[in-house]
């Protein structure tokens, strides 16, 4: 990587940490070409993405961040995952590194909030935004389901008297 290239990957790092709603760091010594590429096409199909982190040149795009406190997770062999729902990246790296032993996460940040492992882990038991939305949609939606219910019973109980009364006439 020749100066520039560096300056440009720097730069396009840092924009990651100051717009993403969450990053998760691990390390992925071990794993193989094929699971690497399985991770990334299942972060990509959730939403998110994964880079390969070079230590130094993560440690600069993090100056100036607010997730500056995650610096030290950058050693060894490491990679991060990001995305703008907080918890797609958190979500996928764990059920990944479930069933992979290779990929060990070391953390991560939520904008100011720096994370642990086991923080990144209960963020992953949380939530996404599209099923929060659906749950709040579904309770809006309840209560109206329910007026209408409640409005539409008087006319329907009417209904049945008058036709019980005109069973009642025919039979006589």
């Known amino acids: 990587m020749d100066r520039a290239e560096k300056r440009e990957f720097v730069t396009g790092l840092s924009d990651v940490f100051k717009s993403t709603g969450s990053v998760v760091v691990a390390h992925y010594s071990g794993l193989t070409v094929a699971q690497m590429n399985e991770f990334r096409s299942k972060m990509r199909s959730a939403g998110g993405s994964v880079k390969v982190a070079k230590n130094r040149l ?42 992979n032993d290779n990929l060990v996460i070391l953390g991560g940040a939520m904008g100011s909030t720096a994370l642990d492992a086991d923080g990144v882990k209960a963020l992953a038991t949380m939530p996404s935004l599209d099923e929060l939305r659906a749950k709040i949609v579904g309770m809006i939606a309840t209560p109206a389901t329910r007026i209408a219910q409640i409005a539409n019973a008087p006319a329907a109980q009417l209904a049945r008297v008058i036709g019980a009364y005109s069973r009642k006439n025919e039979a006589a």
């Open 58 to 99: 993560a440690k600069i795009a993090l100056q100036g961040t607010e997730s500056e406190g995650i610096q030290a997770l950058f050693k060894g062999q490491t990679l991060i995952c990001y995305s703008d729902d907080p918890v797609v990246a958190p979500k996928v790296a764990s059920d990944f590194a479930k069933a």
